[in-house]
């Protein structure tokens, strides 16, 4: 579908480039990820045999090739040519015939409404506000009703006088734990669009879900909410 001239561009990138194969090269190591703890999220979430299950902002593939061992149909999506080579890489190597890739953002896969599940990790911060609300309209029309978002990202769980504390004390975490530097995630902050956790969870409502959890650590907030039929 052709979107009109003032529709926000999903496609490029923002703040660090996944577009260098350096970065996708380290993303995994760097991000934590972890295929036996995707596991366990997934069957945690009900994924079975008969599930439908999307990955936005999959990454090099490493939750949405364990949602395939285990659901009927994986879409992977992401907006980088490079991590979809990773991940179809990883997939060929595994031997899975069930997962399909898409190039395309939240405001840009086609939303079927025949999904069970959508997971979506580190991904909906590079979009702005407004559009990370439609991206959650576009999330709802993709499901069936009664269909889950499971959603975890950076978002700031105190007010906004708290931010340069909260943002510093993270820089340091992740210096200390992680591959990341302090330009790294300065760069975060500063160019992506990582917003308050109020702000997602009365996005996540307004857009016609239930919501069934919401969770915080540090910085790092997860959220699972119902399509209301």
Not at 59 to 88: F, H, P, Y
Request: charged share 25%; with cysteine.
């Amino acid at each position: 579908m052709t979107q009109p001239d003032w529709w926000y561009d999903d496609l490029k990138q923002v703040g660090l480039d996944f577009e260098d194969p350096a970065e996708v090269q380290t993303y995994d190591d760097r991000q934590r990820g972890s295929a036996a703890a995707d596991r366990m999220l997934l069957l945690r979430l009900g994924v079975n045999r008969q599930a439908a299950v999307a990955d936005i902002g999959c990454g090099t593939g490493l939750l949405a090739c364990e949602a395939a061992r285990i659901a009927r149909s994986v879409r992977a999506i992401d907006v980088s040519a490079q991590m979809l080579s990773r991940a179809r890489a990883r997939a060929a190597d595994i031997g899975l015939a069930n997962i399909a890739f898409e190039r395309a953002g939240f405001l840009t896969f086609a939303a079927s409404g025949d999904l069970d599940l959508i997971v979506t990790k580190a991904a909906l911060h590079h979009l702005p506000d407004m559009w990370k609300a439609v991206a959650f309209t576009r999330m709802r029309d993709a499901l069936k009703p009664g269909g889950r978002i499971y959603v975890r990202d950076v978002a700031f769980s105190g007010r906004p006088d708290d931010l340069p504390l909260a943002v510093e004390s993270w820089i340091g975490w992740m210096t200390r734990e992680t591959g990341y530097t302090r330009e790294d995630v300065a760069c975060h902050v500063r160019e992506e669009h990582s917003t308050f956790a109020w702000v997602i969870t009365r996005m996540i409502e307004d857009a016609g879900f239930r919501l069934l959890e919401h969770t915080h650590e540090g910085v790092y907030g997860t959220w699972l909410a119902e399509a209301i039929a």
